[in-house]
């Protein structure tokens, strides 16, 4: 049963012009004076999903952006900054990317967010998808094998680490503790100090591929998993997945269970109003994230012609209303989007989790008047049960 709701904000700030027809991804640079601004944008939307009843308001760690659309380097820092502004609302890791990341300075630095924030904020781990971001800080990406193999390690120690008063680790990428005297023995063990007061330390991870290997993972460390927009069908693989791995480590989870289901919305009072209002926002992600490989089904030409000005159509690249009708996004009015949720809740009944967020690109004012809508008009159908 869906209870609840949260959103994922990448850290895009607003835009000068969006669309097809508007700025190529590529060729956007802006000051740093504006990049900045998404710090304005971030407490203003932590503070209204905390003012409606949010659950938790997911970030995600991104570098060198310059073209302002994922502009948050540090959501450790972020998280204990916003919850200083809220009262209730969790702030999650989604995600820190572990391979750029010494897994000790990690573990120290979430822990001291968790005791700052008296809980609040969620640990998240993820493997990246910018080789401009992980290459840059001396791990492999273009070396799928090897980043996975990385990440694997650096979990295991983390886990370790939060876990365990005393912890040692030997692997291929590193020998925890180091084989050095230290004023007058050899160490053998490491106290991480401090460690996570809320222990065993809730943890999600994304699910991108639903491969056993990765699936299987989660299951051995009970990490959690968010499967980002791509509800309904384009998730159902996924879901099944998860399901049929927690059956492999014992642990026969309900179908949904220990994920949280991502969709894109946008409300307005007609669905035609909605589909015509979220088009250049929708259009923005697909400039962003079609060469990065988010958005599914969309063939070489379709891509190369969205990076241009233009000539989508022709080229027949995909629209919103195309990913509607499987369940990615959504563009309509509050009491249809209760209604698809319900059917998510008839089709998943492990399912607790949903991420509702606005599109790459959505301005603050607009996200603010969604984040509210949402809380006001759909929300109280599930929470208040």
């Known amino acids: 049963m869906i209870t609840k709701f949260s959103n994922v904000y990448a850290g895009h700030v607003d835009l000068p012009d969006m669309g097809q027809h508007a700025t ?4 956007r640079r802006y000051s740093n004076e504006h990049l900045a601004t998404v710090f304005d944008k971030t407490e203003a939307i ?12 997911w970030l995600a760690e991104h570098h060198f952006q310059h073209e302002g659309y994922e502009c948050l380097p540090n959501i450790l820092m972020t998280a204990v900054h916003l919850a200083h502004l809220t009262e209730r609302l969790r702030i999650g890791c989604g995600f820190n990317i572990t391979p750029m990341w010494h897994p000790l ?37 273009l070396d799928q094998d090897a980043n996975r193999e990385l990440f694997e390690e650096q979990v295991e120690i983390v886990m370790k680490a939060f ?9 291929k990428h590193y020998t925890l503790p180091p084989e050095v005297p230290y004023r007058g023995y050899a160490l053998k063990d490491l106290t991480l100090v401090p460690r996570p007061l809320r222990r065993p330390v809730e943890t999600w991870q994304p699910v991108v591929s639903a491969g056993a290997r990765g699936l299987d993972f989660m299951m051995k460390h009970r990490i959690k998993g968010l499967i980002g927009g791509g509800a309904a069908t384009m998730a159902e693989k996924s879901i099944f997945a998860f399901k049929e791995a927690s059956d492999r480590a014992g642990l026969h989870y309900r179908l949904g269970e220990g994920l949280s289901l991502g969709i ?3 409300l307005a009072d007609s669905r035609e ?12 992600h697909v400039k962003m994230f079609g060469p990065l490989g988010f958005v599914p089904g969309i063939t070489p030409a379709q891509l190369e012609a969205s990076t241009r000005r233009g000539g989508w159509g022709a080229a027949g690249v995909p629209t919103v209303e195309d990913y ?8 309509g009015p509050p009491e249809e989007l209760s209604a698809y949720l319900r059917t998510l809740e008839t089709k998943y009944p492990g399912l607790e989790y949903v991420h509702l967020s606005n599109s790459m690109g959505t301005p603050k004012a607009v996200m603010l008047e969604q984040l509210a809508w949402l809380g006001k008009e759909v929300m109280p159908h599930f929470t208040g049960r």
């Open 24 to 27: 190529p991804a590529n060729e």
């Open 46 to 57: 932590a503070q209204c999903m905390d003012d409606h009843g949010f659950h938790t308001l």
């Open 105 to 141: 300075r990690l573990a120290e630095d979430f822990a001291t967010a968790d005791i700052l924030t008296k809980g609040r904020t969620v640990f998240g781990v993820g493997r990246g998808y910018h080789t401009r971001e992980v290459e840059t800080f001396g791990a492999p990406m």
């Open 163 to 171: 876990h365990a008063e005393r912890f040692s680790h030997r692997g």
């Open 264 to 266: 894109f919305y946008y």
């Open 273 to 284: 109003r909605a589909v015509r209002e979220i088009t250049p926002f929708y259009e923005e």
């Open 324 to 331: 509607m009708k499987v369940g990615a996004w959504f563009a």
